[in-house]
């Protein structure tokens, strides 16, 4: 009796870490269903939990933002919220969204990271960034230091002044080290096309060229936001096309080594990160960002699509173990790992930085500081994707995030007959975008 009990005991066993651990035997999970319940919460979270906060912080129409009151048509300049939701969008997401997710996902499995996804961006993330920049637009603007230094004490002020300067450091020079290597090198896919980062460089400066043509366009001609989000938007694409049939190698031009491009384009981006500290908002950050925003929505469109079409089934296990093969625990390492797409500290600083200094009104603080967020949980559960739809020990799972969030954006377009290699080029393109909008927003 003893050993039937302990036979069941271990069948049973057996069987839940095979639901578990090996899905790609008998899947049954579509990856749509997943997203489409990401999509029923984020939306339900939205109306209820931000219309709750909207309520809490007594969010007045008629107050007069300092966008509207200090107005300077530099720094300051309020905008429809619409255009605006495109540009704080893509600087709080950044590469976070896609990097964390993915690697949590691999070490851990995509149900622990889907989980605090959800959980975090509802009642953690998004209340942290709506409340940040309602703070900020009552405070003239301030950045988060200053609510600090106005509201705590000095030695307060000054320990979190430090540390959000070291931080902004940090985040730049790992941005800019992202973004440079992505410039160079080449990857060669199965059927034998390849994607090469030379022409990730040319699609890149060509997306940068765009909005200060569309920011001019917009400021001197009193083109609208609709005709100019028509007319750029597609611009962008053609530029992904573009990049990889004029490649701006400059180890081919120059003889230079990898190493020696690597380190130009560091030299480079941190020139225009520079540049574009400095110039007007209206000229560069506005329509930079909106078309990074809308670019980004185009992706999640795109992935969207190609999941009804494609018909991908869930491969990956949802639960891998407690313990990562690298010796990480899940607890705290999932919680720092996924940081972007849950909760994240920088996005007080994006609120209060730029953010704040356009909102045309209070009740926009809902749509901007709350909707954002749940967006950028959305990107992060679309980058989850790219990790559900392969098999537990495909080669691919040992590559970088960034190609793999481009492998699985080029697997869905491939649904509805774009070439993979086009795919690739856009999901590269996408995390570059995400982590340009942060670097000018750092700077």
């Excluded at 390849?194 to 569309?214: D, E, H, N, Q, W």
């Excluded at 901007?368 to 559960?381: D, R």
Aim: proline share 5%; net charge neutral.
């Amino acid at each position: 009796m003893r050993l039937d009990i302990n036979q069941s005991g271990l069948h049973i066993g057996c069987c839940v870490h095979c639901v578990l651990a090996r899905p790609s035997e008998g899947p049954i999970l579509s990856i749509l269903s997943v997203i489409s319940i990401v999509v029923i919460v984020l939306g339900a979270a939205y109306w209820i939990y931000g219309g709750l906060l909207k309520r809490l912080f007594k969010l007045d129409p008629e107050a007069k933002t300092p966008a509207v009151t200090m107005r300077d048509d530099v720094d300051y300049v309020p905008i429809s919220p619409f255009f605006l939701l495109g540009q704080h969008f893509s600087a709080i997401a950044a590469a976070g969204p896609i990097v964390g997710p993915i690697i949590a996902g691999i070490a851990f499995g995509w149900g622990p990271a889907l989980t605090w996804i959800l959980i975090g961006a509802i009642f953690i993330g998004g209340v942290h960034d709506f409340s940040a920049l309602v703070a900020s637009i009552r405070h003239r603007a301030c950045s988060i230091t200053e609510v600090v230094r106005l509201n705590m004490t000095r030695r307060a002020y000054l320990l979190f002044l430090g540390f959000i300067w070291i931080a902004l450091v940090y985040i730049i020079v790992a941005f800019t080290d992202i973004t440079a290597r992505s410039f160079v090198g080449r990857q060669t896919l199965e059927d034998g096309s390849a994607v090469t980062g030379a022409g990730i460089a040319t699609s890149s400066l060509l997306y940068l060229a765009l909005p200060v043509f569309m920011g001019l366009l917009m400021r001197y001609t009193k083109l609208s936001i609709g005709w100019a989000t028509a007319i750029f938007l597609p611009l962008v694409g053609i530029a992904i096309w573009a990049g990889q049939h004029i490649p701006l190698g400059l180890e081919s031009i120059f003889g230079f080594s990898e190493a020696t491009t690597v380190k130009i384009w560091c030299v480079a981006l941190l020139a225009y990160c520079y540049l574009a500290g400095l110039v007007p908002m209206w000229l560069l950050l506005q329509p930079r960002g909106h078309l990074g925003g809308c670019f980004l929505y185009t992706a999640i469109i795109g992935a969207a699509v190609g999941l009804v079409v494609g018909g991908k089934t869930v491969q990956y296990p949802a639960f891998v173990g407690w313990t990562a093969s690298s010796g990480d625990t899940l607890f705290p390492f999932l919680f720092i790992t996924i940081a972007c797409g849950a909760c994240s500290g920088f996005h007080a600083i994006v609120s209060s930085g730029t953010t704040s200094k356009q909102l045309r009104c209070e009740p926009d603080a809902r749509p901007i500081g709350y909707g954002a967020m749940l967006l950028e949980a959305l990107i992060a559960a679309v980058s989850l994707a790219c990790v559900m739809m392969l098999a537990i020990g495909d080669p691919i799972t040992g590559r970088s995030p960034n190609f793999i969030y481009a492998n699985g954006i080029g697997e869905f377009f491939a649904a509805f007959g774009s070439a993979k290699a086009l795919g690739i080029s856009f999901g590269l393109l996408a995390f570059a975008t995400f982590v340009y909008d942060t670097l000018d927003i750092c700077t």
